[in-house]
């Protein structure tokens, strides 16, 4: 095994720079690269950083031969293809969820990987917070019994939608996270998908979706998001990456002998001052004594001993990504022809 593995970043907003502070914590890899089309941004992160080289086209970092890692941190549209590009150059890739925006490309993404014998991670960080964690823990014990119903929803701040509305459908934005949580615990296939969805504000993609997924085991799912939080609801997010704005995530898990819930945001811990309330977050990306902890850290921690091991991830592997991109799918076309989709086992639509 190579001492440190090298580490490429496409992608340097905002949670692109959180990638590179958490992978300059690990011992095990050093970034060594990093890429974006804003030129500006590009070399004010180089230079904050001190990152050797930068490049305003993500293909030339792919095609870096002295980087064996690629980090995937850019709009959601572009992770299948620049995934099955660093895929074909025999590099270790992290795609930020979504895996890709179509089934089709996420699928390609899982025959390459196999192809190719590369570690390929997807940052479904919900699988690495510990309240997630521990009903996954709950529901394999059979502490819940036999699971019937998973009740999922997923709130976003109105003012970021400016930005979203514009480039991506909410199902692979926001609902991916809830989809990859309901695969997790339900654990079996689904088999037909009924959704609806509406347009509020005007942008190309709708404001808000509401599913309902039936599974092979019987189990059923609701899977709801809309990107309408008020302005001026508390703020959750003021813990090391500061967005102004809330997620409001809900779960609730029911089985026949036991319910479990999880709330990502309560005001189980608040701040009170003149420039308003505030209810920190303090699973995902916390401030810690050495640096960023939470999920992300113990998300790429486990990315990069995969890697380093040439092992594909028993915690969050490439397939059940593929799994909810192919139910995301069929959200979007359920919504837009206004009937319920028929999933078979071979990932095709009836």
């Not at 180089?46 to 031969?65: A, C, F, G, Q, V």
């Not at 079996?188 to 509020?200: D, G, I, L, P």
């Not at 920190?280 to 902890?293: F, Q, S």
Request: aromatic share 10%; net charge negative.
């Amino acid at each position: 095994m190579k001492e440190k593995l090298k580490v490429g970043i496409i992608g340097t907003g905002r949670f692109g720079r959180l990638h590179l502070q958490v992978f300059n914590q690990i011992k095990d890899c050093e970034v060594v690269a990093i890429a974006d089309i804003n030129e500006e941004i590009l070399q004010k992160t180089k230079t904050e950083y001190n990152i050797d080289r930068s490049y305003s086209d993500p293909y030339d970092l792919i095609n870096d031969n002295t980087i064996d890692t690629v980090s995937i941190v850019s709009d959601e549209s572009t992770h299948g293809p620049l995934a099955i590009s660093a895929i074909k150059k025999g590099k270790n890739v992290f795609i930020e969820k979504p895996i890709a925006t179509s089934y089709k490309e996420a699928k390609e993404i899982e025959k390459l990987a196999e192809v190719y014998n590369v570690t390929v991670m997807v940052g479904n960080i919900s699988r690495f917070s510990t309240p997630y964690f521990s009903i996954k823990k709950a529901v394999d014990s059979k502490d819940l019994g036999d699971l019937a119903l998973i009740r999922t929803k997923r709130n976003f701040s109105k003012t970021w939608f400016e930005n979203f509305g514009k480039r991506v459908h909410p199902v692979y934005e926001s609902g991916v996270h809830d989809i990859d949580l309901v695969l997790w615990y339900a654990n079996s296939t689904c088999t037909e998908v009924y959704a609806v969805e509406k347009n509020v504000s005007g942008y190309k993609y709708p404001d808000l979706f509401l599913s309902i997924l039936k599974f092979e085991n019987g189990i059923v799912a609701t899977v709801d998001s809309a990107w309408l939080y008020p302005k001026n609801g508390p703020q959750n997010l003021v813990e090391t990456l500061e967005l102004d704005g809330t997620i409001d995530a809900d779960i609730e898990v029911i089985g026949d002998k036991g319910t479990a819930n999880y709330k990502l945001n309560h005001p189980g811990y608040s701040i009170w001052s003149e420039n308003g309330i505030k209810q920190p977050e303090l699973t995902l990306w916390t401030t810690e004594y050495d640096g960023v902890g939470g999920a992300i850290r113990s998300e790429l921690e486990h990315f990069i001993i995969q890697s380093k091991e040439g092992n594909s991830s028993p915690i969050a592997p490439v397939s059940h990504s593929v799994e909810a991109l192919r139910i995301a799918d069929a959200i979007v076309q359920s919504a837009k022809e206004r009937k319920s989709v028929q999933l078979d086992k071979r990932g095709e639509y009836n």
